[in-house]
């Protein structure tokens, strides 16, 4: 039945490109990286390159502001490549994935190195670059150059799913092949950034995961799925996991209105940012004692502020936060990788997003 259903789909191909172009036209949001509506003005690959980056595991409202700010920073990919990377954590902070953040930079220093600062074209070209995989390639491609690349990612898949009745997991390595071909089948020869812009858009606001909008949706006749009356079923739901909890405690030492901060490992979640001294909770023992050893002086007036609570996508974190003296404070400055600051001054430093609230935590006290 799959099969034949994704046979009628690419038969219809033209059909389908046509109606979604034409809607694509008259309903597309205005988004910061895309020329205004009516514009005239060409499609920036710079902006394409860096909003693919961070529209990776992010939805567009939460990308938008942020997007604005990097460019308006770092216009260009030879601004990008030379800037130091606790710039650009500073400036992705809050967006969570830091990852992106160094594969981006390390993306633009090898444009420049090896393309001439010319973001390149082709998908295989693109597919060279850190942290760029075939999706990524084939957005850039095909958005910012036009190059026939298909795409495909979660709403792309679920569009794909129900226009072809797909009912198998989307995420299974059998199913992921059969969308991937159906992807390029469905591609015009001509408009292809476009197309591909279109089907990403009626995944984000028509054909969304739950009661999708079938009723003004372009492709309705061409879909098996509400034809069937499948919609709300396709594609398989994800089959729910435990999430683990886990327990940290984090110590606000201060010092003549200054506060000890240090930076994580370059590994790791979290890489590279700073943070109050944070340290993984164990049952019987002493918080002052443990943290003491961690930063090798003895802490005192240890008093509890409170804590917080932090979700990611596969862990759940609580945050203990604590404020304290510490004695010989100056033995701890012979760390390289910590500071005294004012709270002013953490304006100057990448901090995840529990370790900002964390600091408006103690700009209360």
């Known amino acids: 039945m799959e099969r034949q259903a994704n046979k009628?789909?690419?038969?219809q191909r033209g059909a389908i490109a046509r109606a979604l172009l034409r809607w694509y036209e008259r309903a597309r949001r205005d988004l910061p990286w895309r020329p205004p509506i009516g514009s005239r003005s060409g499609i920036s690959p710079y902006a394409v390159l860096v909003s693919e980056f961070m529209l990776q595991?992010?939805?567009?409202?939460?990308?938008?502001?942020?997007?604005?700010?990097?460019?308006?920073?770092?216009?260009?990919?030879?601004?990008?490549?030379?800037?130091?990377?606790?710039q650009i954590l500073r400036l992705w902070q809050g967006l969570g994935y830091y990852t992106r953040a160094r594969n981006l930079r390390s993306a633009a220093r090898m444009i420049v190195a090896e393309f001439g600062g010319r973001i390149p074209r082709s998908v295989q070209e693109l597919m060279s670059l850190p942290g760029v995989g075939r999706y990524t390639a084939?957005?850039?491609?095909?958005?910012?150059?036009?190059?026939?690349?298909?795409?495909?990612?979660?709403?792309?898949?679920?569009?794909?799913?129900?226009?072809?009745?797909?009912?198998s997991d989307p995420r299974a390595p059998k199913t992921r092949?059969?969308?991937w071909q159906r992807a390029e089948e469905l591609l015009p020869r001509t408009s292809a950034g476009n197309f591909n812009s279109a089907l990403m858009e009626l995944g984000a606001t028509v054909c969304m995961p739950r009661a999708p909008a079938c009723p003004v949706c372009p492709v309705r006749r061409f879909c098996r799925a509400a034809e069937a009356g499948l919609?709300?079923?396709?594609?398989?739901?994800?089959?729910?996991?435990?999430?683990?909890?886990?327990?940290?405690?984090?110590?606000?030492?201060?010092?003549?209105?200054?506060w000890l901060i240090e930076r994580r490992p370059d590994k790791g979640r979290w890489a590279g940012l700073w943070q109050f001294p944070t340290i993984e909770a164990t049952d019987g023992q002493p918080v002052a004692a443990k943290i003491g050893r961690r930063l090798g002086v003895p802490i005192r007036g240890l008093r509890a502020l409170g804590q917080l609570r932090h979700a990611l996508t596969h862990r759940k974190y609580i945050f203990k936060v604590f404020a304290a003296t510490g004695m010989d404070n100056g033995r701890i400055t012979s760390e390289p990788m910590r500071r005294w600051v004012s709270l002013g001054e953490l304006a100057k430093y990448?901090?995840?997003?529990?370790q900002s609230k964390i600091a408006e935590m103690i700009s209360r006290l």
């Open 57 to 86: 595991q992010t939805q567009v409202a939460t990308v938008s502001p942020y997007f604005l700010r990097f460019v308006k920073a770092l216009p260009t990919i030879r601004r990008l490549a030379a800037a130091p990377e606790q």
């Open 350 to 354: 990448p901090l995840s997003r529990p």
């Open 177 to 179: 092949k059969v969308l």
């Open 231 to 258: 919609q709300d079923a396709i594609p398989r739901p994800r089959r729910s996991k435990p999430t683990p909890l886990l327990m940290r405690w984090t110590i606000c030492l201060s010092r003549a209105n200054r």
């Open 138 to 167: 084939g957005a850039v491609a095909s958005i910012a150059f036009d190059q026939p690349a298909p795409i495909l990612d979660g709403n792309v898949a679920r569009v794909l799913c129900r226009l072809g009745k797909i009912q």
């Open 8 to 11: 009628i789909v690419a038969n």
